[in-house]
């Protein structure tokens, strides 16, 4: 049984070295080969000096160094911190500083994006190019070092771990300010892969396509899940939802998980000979429309469905069965394997049946907390409302802040959120991160970012705010779209004259949500 994440491979190097790990594009690896090089890239970074629990940033597109870094990090007793690839330098530089990252691995293009910001990373001593074409003196502290360096460098012994201690960050946007880091135990993620392999029933035949980005817990989980049964992995980074449909029967892809957006995408189309290889598709990131679900099972009858809820803080929590789609497909399900979900009213205590109250998930996939965040932490991660008779050391449960009521058969339903955080194309988006951009751009007075119902992105963001210059929303948006990345620029933006308050003097967001709800309905 596997204790530390990159013990994923290396026991199945053991079984079956032979057996194909990865896939991308024209090139394969076998677990042999995987867990050579993870070998090879652990002892590389412990020659650049990584020590114990330190962190390393990967700023990668999905490709098969992406995911040979996080198994190596691993492997070297450090801590992996994927960075999302859209994410623009700004956005770039408060992680890297936040989590006091060490070593930054990434594409020469990349460092080059990266260079106004890199030297104000004060923790930062050492940059890694993937392409190999960095020359020394790129930057005028960091280190520049090349993949083929690590890969030739001498064996280290690595440092000693063990299945509590802290694996990776994963960066999710909070309702307010800056994106929060999750901080995920060995533990957390080797509970969570053996769990969703258990219910998807996933075995070493599975070949599960990567399209999800490996910085959102649920695109990370493909990996770990595959890894832990002995499966293989197709690594794609997608330009047209066409391109997702041809890979499956290329490369005789048997998973496929999605998020809203795609899926109602992919409805549109043609499966053609999908059909033929394509034994389950999961869903999670936001609700599923039903005509969505309808279109698909349609088009691909062959395939189960699993309608599933997770947050980053619990990596996974609830799936729906396949045979239950047809009595309630507007049901999160119930609690994934070794998981407890419970529906509470503030004071803890638990709701009554159709009862609204607070989704609370306890058990070994509760994360660590925020990293560096004690109060954050202190106010999502919390004692779970029922305690173990005796002890004397509270259980932490996290409290998700998502709104859900319970059925009399156990069966939870999503209500809304507690907070206002925007859950667009899968992305959670805080408001504040994007007002904060719009107002650095000096071209607005106020301004206020919703997240406003929308047919295929499930919610889009609307940008409403008022301005004493002479600008259009045309000019906004385009300096938006210099400092965000694509999944956080407004789909919209309204310039009114005078925004709506509440008695506390603040942005009346409610009114302003209500005055604009319709507005992508045609």
Known sequence: MPKQIHELITLSADKSPDKTALYFKKNTQNYGEFTQEVEKIASGLL??????????????????????????????GAVFVPINPLLKPEQVSYILKDCNVRILISSHDRLKQLSEVLDSC?????????????ETGMFSRIHMSHWKDLLDSETQGSHNRIDTDVASILYTSGSTGQP??????????????????????????????????????????????????????????????????RAIPKFGITGLAGVPPLWNQLAQLDWGEANNTLRYMTNSGGAMPIPTLNKLREAVPASKFYLMYGLTEAFRSTYLPPEEIDNRPDSMGKAIPNAEVMVVREDGSPCAPGEPGELVHRGSLVALGYWNAPDKTAERFKPAPIQEDGLTIPEIAVWSGDQVKMDEEG??????????????????????????????????????????????????ITLVATSEKDIDSEILLNECKKALPNFMVPAHIELIDVMPKNPNGKIDRKALNEEYKNIFDN
């Open 180 to 245: 929060k880091g999750v901080v995920l135990s060995h533990r957390n993620m080797i509970t969570g892969a053996k769990s969703v392999a258990e219910y998807l029933n996933n075995t070493p035949n599975d070949n599960l396509l990567a399209v999800l980005p490996f910085s959102f817990d649920y695109g990370l989980s493909q990996l770990t899940t595959a890894f832990h049964v002995g499966a293989s992995t197709t690594l794609m980074d997608y330009l047209l939802p066409r391109d997702v449909i």
């Open 47 to 76: 020659s650049l000096g990584i020590t114990k629990g330190e962190r390393i940033g990967i700023y990668l597109p999905k490709r098969l160094e992406t995911v040979s870094s996080f198994f190596a990090c691993s492997y070297a």
């Open 411 to 460: 069966y939870l339903y999503f209500v809304s959120r507690k907070d206002e955080m925007i859950k667009t194309s899968g992305y959670r988006v805080s408001p504040t991160e994007v007002e904060e951009i719009v107002y650095g751009t000096g071209l607005v007075s106020e301004a206020a970012a919703l997240g406003l119902p929308h047919p295929t992105l499930g919610q889009a």
């Open 122 to 134: 004060h923790d930062l001593l050492c940059a890694v190019d993937v392409n190999n074409k960095a």
